[in-house]
């Protein structure tokens, strides 16, 4: 009940659940961090769904709490029996846990420097990153038969845009009609 207090538990996260009325303990609790796992981050009833292969300039752009739509691109065989590839939107206004390493923590300076150019170095030897998603269990199995079936992108959105939109499937013909 004191500044001191809740000063301890600025930026922390539960370690496990606690009872609504129940005393928060120190062993109850752990700084958010990589070593704090996903799964601090991932809210009651959702799940951490991790999208591997991320190009990295795509994901450097990207930050935890950021909301992302995923898009699905595969070869689909049309109604004349043409084969072409087409475009779904499969998700919309997805919350973003984290970005490789990065689960927003709220580093120092020190902490965040140390982390970035670990992230660095494993960059070196991949091009790409992995996005960890909050998903409904459904979306979440969805998503990982899309990723089976075709190619998936995510795209930003604005922080104040929670709509989602009516989209219909983007194919080529479309496109140059």
């Known amino acids: 009940t004191t500044d001191a207090d809740f000063k301890a538990i600025e930026n922390a996260v539960a370690r496990i659940q606690i009872p609504k009325g129940n005393q928060i303990s120190k062993y109850a609790i752990t700084s958010l961090s990589p070593e704090a796992g996903l799964s601090s981050k991932i809210p009651v009833s959702m799940r951490g769904f991790i999208v591997n292969n991320v190009p990295v300039a795509t994901a450097s752009l990207i930050k935890p709490d950021d909301n992302v739509d995923v898009l699905l691109t595969f070869s689909a065989v049309m109604k004349n029996g043409a084969q072409q590839n ?7 206004n ?14 120092d300076a020190k902490t965040a420097s140390a982390l970035k150019n670990k992230d660095e170095d494993a960059s070196a030897y991949s091009d790409s990153s992995a996005l960890a998603l909050a998903l409904s269990p459904r979306d979440a199995q969805y998503l990982a038969l899309a990723q089976k079936e ?16 009516l989209m219909e499937i983007a194919t080529f013909e479309k496109l140059f009609n």
């Open 86 to 92: 087409v475009t779904v939107t499969l998700l919309q």
């Open 150 to 165: 075709g190619d998936i992108s995510v795209i930003l959105r604005s922080h104040g845009d929670v709509t989602n939109y």
């Open 94 to 107: 997805v919350k973003v846990l984290g970005v490789g390493n990065d689960l927003g923590q709220g580093l």
